[in-house]
């Protein structure tokens, strides 16, 4: 499901902030640059409030934030429904014990970890990103949750890359987004 | 695995903090998710460790020393001593020994953000000192200045502005380098982010030597900025970061000398 087709009056805000940079990380690749939107507050904070709306009565227990643009936006998230917050961070950035979880991409691997004991068995969460591709990385956000018996409720991004189907990559789980981008 | 799941879950209670009369609070002695053979290790290392970490060589700053007196006015402290929610602040904080190195005694905020009333305190704290002062641009130094700067950014209203390592943001950048302990790195910025004559804090979750945040308030000025204040929730005074800012205020939540 995306706003987008919801016409909310924020909506046009928060679209027209974000910039694309042609070729970047590499030749053909259009990246969606969020920071353009961080530099509006009127519209970061839409995007926020976006999120808060839809999850402020759903008790959420976790937001677990994708490292490391989904650490600008799960934060405030998580701080206006009263959730914790648990950042899934690259290998060998989170001290004390970790679990892993490998996850393909384009070429090659990577790998995404969490705390052992940041998450309890039966806790609702929700998983943030700024943007959905291929959909690797939240499909690896949401086994590492499920691993230690969280309950995914959702994962929520800015933007979505549709034709790249991100979307059936995450095991049947709902995906809420505030931009699709062709 | 559910076993030692279970077991970590269970956290001992913490110790209480210690608050100093002046009001500056400091953490406790360090409370891990480890067993009680790390606490004995941490505490027969900790002299070595800070020792190691210290045997860094890296120059002073060239501005006013801060003396201690303004160095106790950079903490929290009202006329009626430290405020309450420090003390649940600090305590959740937890202490990884031996990351990410041996010797070094690491800080962990990942504990604070695992308690919603804890994490909330820290951003008011850093709210109620700064909504007040025209601060049109928050900094935030990847990755955990991520976490902190664009809550206190989007409560007073400022644009929020990450501060990345190299080939991270797309489009126009500048770059500025700074020493690590062993070699260089590097910390970017979006040209046209930041105006001339904007106010900025630079955001970080701790200061140890300080490079990371004189490199960010390098690239803040050299647009034209004007750096009010740094903002931090840990300081390893030991390590004398405060004094690599030159002439720029510091303001941190908590001390901690492991």
Not at chain 1, 90 to 100: A, D
Not at chain 1, 128 to 149: Q, R, S, Y
Not at chain 2, 135 to 146: D, W
Not at chain 2, 148 to 157: N, Q
Request: net charge neutral.
């Amino acid at each position: 499901m995306s706003a987008d087709k919801d016409e909310d009056p924020r909506m046009y805000g928060i679209k027209s902030k974000i910039r694309v940079v042609p070729d970047f990380p590499k030749p053909g690749i259009m990246f969606q640059d969020i920071t353009t939107l961080l530099l509006d507050p009127k519209a970061f904070k839409d995007t926020v409030d976006l999120f808060v709306e839809r999850y402020k009565d759903r008790n959420i227990s976790v937001v677990a934030g994708i490292e490391a643009r989904g650490f600008i936006f799960g934060p405030p998230i998580a701080l206006a429904i009263g959730a914790k917050f648990v950042p899934l961070r690259k290998p060998g950035k989170l001290p004390g014990e970790v679990i892993s979880e490998d996850y393909v991409l384009e070429y090659g691997k990577d790998c995404l970890q969490m705390h052992v004991g940041a998450v309890q068995p039966q806790e609702r969460a929700l998983v943030v990103d700024d943007l959905i591709a291929t959909g690797g990385t939240l499909c690896a956000a949401m086994n590492l949750l499920e691993c230690v018996g969280a309950e995914v409720v959702e994962c929520a991004c800015v933007i979505e890359l549709p034709d790249l189907k991100g979307r059936e990559r995450l095991k049947g789980k709902p995906l809420y987004v505030l931009v699709e981008s062709h | 695995m559910q076993q030692a799941l279970q077991k970590l879950a269970s956290l001992s209670a913490p110790p209480p903090p210690i608050i100093e009369a002046r009001g500056r609070t400091r953490l406790p002695p360090p409370r891990c998710f480890s067993t009680a053979a790390d606490r004995r290790r941490r505490f027969a290392n900790r002299e070595l460790s800070l020792s190691s970490w210290m045997a860094t060589s890296f120059e002073r700053s060239n501005g006013a020393k801060k003396g201690a007196e303004a160095a106790r006015d950079q903490h929290m402290e009202s006329d009626g001593g430290p405020d309450p929610r420090l003390a649940k602040i600090a305590s959740s904080i937890r202490v990884i020994p031996d990351f990410p190195k041996p010797g070094i005694m690491f800080q962990d905020i990942t504990t604070l953000l695992l308690d919603p009333e804890a994490f909330k305190d820290t951003i008011d704290l850093f709210v109620e000192r700064y909504r007040e002062k025209n601060i049109s641009v928050v900094a935030g130094v990847e990755a955990r200045g991520f976490i902190f700067g664009p809550p206190i950014a989007l409560a007073i209203g400022a644009k929020f502005v990450p501060m990345r390592k190299p080939n991270k943001l797309p489009g126009e950048v500048i770059s500025e380098e700074y020493s690590l302990e062993y070699g260089t790195d590097t910390m970017e910025m979006h040209v046209g982010a930041v105006q001339p004559g904007d106010r900025a804090l630079v955001v970080d979750d701790l200061i140890a030597t300080g490079g990371t945040l004189c490199a960010a308030i390098k690239l803040l000025e050299r647009v034209g900025a004007n750096v009010v204040e740094c903002a931090c929730m840990i300081e390893l005074p030991e390590l004398k970061g405060r004094d690599r800012l030159g002439n720029k205020p510091l303001f941190v939540l908590v001390s901690s000398d492991i």
